[in-house]
C-alpha cells in the first residue's frame, strides 16, 4: 500500500507564494509520475503540474511562468512552489503518483487533498 501525505497549503494573499509537498511511502518498488492536480468549488479537477521520473516537467498553461514543480533526490516527495498566486488559484490540490510496488504491480495513488485559498 502506498500512502501519501501532503503539506503546505493555506491563506495567502494575491501575489504570495506557497510551497506544497507530497510525501509518497509504503511499499514503493519505483515512481513514475507525480503530479498535482486542482479543484475548485463547481468546477472539473485540472492538472496543474507534473514531472516524470527522468525530471520532464508538463504544466497547465494557467500556471506556466509562476509555479514550479520538483522532485527530491530520492524521487519519493514532489514539491509545487507556487509564486504569484493569483484568487483564481483556490482550489483543493491533490497530489498524484503513479508507479509499481514491491509486489510488481502497478499502483496509481492520490493524496487527501490540501486547500489553498488566495484573497484579493
Known amino acids: 500500500q502506498v500512502h501519501l501525505v501532503e503539506s503546505g497549503g493555506g491563506l495567502v494573499q494575491a501575489g504570495g507564494s506557497l510551497r506544497l509537498s507530497c510525501a509518497a511511502s509504503?511499499?514503493?518498488?519505483?515512481?513514475?509520475?507525480m503530479g498535482w492536480y486542482r479543484q475548485a468549488p463547481g468546477k472539473q479537477r485540472e492538472l496543474v503540474a507534473r514531472?516524470?521520473?527522468?525530471?520532464?516537467?508538463d504544466y497547465a498553461d494557467s500556471v506556466k511562468g509562476r509555479f514550479t514543480i520538483s522532485r527530491d533526490n530520492a524521487g519519493n516527495t514532489v514539491y509545487l512552489q507556487m509564486n504569484s498566486l493569483k484568487p483564481e488559484d483556490t482550489a483543493v490540490y491533490s497530489c498524484?503518483?503513479?508507479?509499481?510496488?514491491?509486489?510488481?504491480?502497478?499502483?496509481?495513488?492520490w493524496g487527501q487533498g490540501t486547500q489553498v485559498t488566495v484573497s484579493s
Open positions: 498524484a503518483v503513479d508507479g509499481r510496488a514491491k509486489s510488481l504491480l502497478r499502483f496509481n495513488s
Open positions: 509504503g511499499s514503493i518498488r519505483s515512481i513514475s509520475t
Open positions: 514531472i516524470s521520473s527522468g525530471g520532464n516537467t
